[in-house]
């Protein structure tokens, strides 16, 4: 058994997508209409037939007040894994992403936590 999918809720796919990709840096993947939202997902460009994450719509109702708690808890909806914490921290901070939390040193584990602009809150990891 192996994870093939995961999904973040946000609140504008359009603009998910260009953060994910643009700013990020993930591949898109899939990009299929559905009605009013498209089934969107990204891959790492590193494994491009990996895990995919799924930029999923916010529409159902159990979502806003499921995305304002973790926010209002500071508690990341995803979690990425970086090779240099500090260094993708510059990078992303010098394109204007805001951090809630910068670099912190957690025993084996360095972590920063940033601003989807999409409602959540992503943990970028950096394991020794």
Known sequence: ???????????????????????????????????????????????????????????????????????ADGIPAASFAVDDVRAEHARLAGLGVRFTQPPVEMGPVTTAVLDDTCGNLVQLAEYK
């Open 1 to 71: 058994m192996r994870i093939n999918l995961t999904s973040v809720f946000v609140d504008d796919q359009e603009k998910a997508l260009r953060f994910y990709t643009e700013v990020l840096g993930f591949a898109a993947k899939h990009d299929v209409p559905l009605g009013e939202d498209r089934w969107i997902t990204v891959v790492s460009p590193e494994d491009p037939e990996g895990t995919e994450l799924l930029l999923e719509p916010s529409g159902h109702p159990a979502v806003p007040p499921y995305k304002a708690a973790l926010v």
